[in-house]
């Protein structure tokens, strides 16, 4: 498995911005379709988006579109996630994980939890009202 360690979470306002960071100790991610997921409080984890190992195709959650941006520079073995116009639900502890196989079956399975293999720790965002 590869060791995932994110980074950018923090308190932040209502309509503000923040930029989370995922890197591996060890194997490169450079290889390896990612996705970003989050849990609140009380609720199951939930997919939120996800990029193709080369970045050409990217998805998202329909409750973020337009707000949460999803990129990657393997030269850095980094995939970020831009959040902007943050809102009170989005707060949550945002983890990255790695999509288990670089077959074709990202693009169908992308938001399917136990089709990743390696989760990192995770990082919190609250959004205050």
């Known amino acids: 498995q590869v060791q995932l360690v994110e980074v950018g979470g923090g308190l932040v306002q209502a309509g503000g911005s923040l930029r989370l960071s995922c890197t591996s100790s060890?194997?490169?991610?450079?290889?390896?379709?990612m996705g970003w997921f989050r849990q609140a409080p009380g609720k199951e984890r939930e997919f939120v988006a996800g990029i193709s190992v080369l970045g050409k195709r990217t998805y998202y959650a329909d409750s973020v579109k337009g707000r949460f941006t999803i990129s990657r520079d393997n030269a850095k073995n980094t995939v970020f996630l831009q959040i902007d116009s943050l809102r009170p639900e989005d707060t949550a502890v945002y983890s990255c994980?790695?999509?288990?196989?670089?077959?074709?079956?990202?693009?169908?399975?992308?938001?399917?939890?136990?089709?990743?293999?390696?989760w990192g720790q995770g990082t919190q965002v609250t959004v205050s009202a």
């Open positions: 994980a790695k999509y288990s196989t670089t077959d074709g079956t990202f693009r169908s399975y992308y938001s399917e939890r136990l089709r990743y293999d390696s």
């Open positions: 060890g194997r490169t991610l450079s290889n390896s379709n």
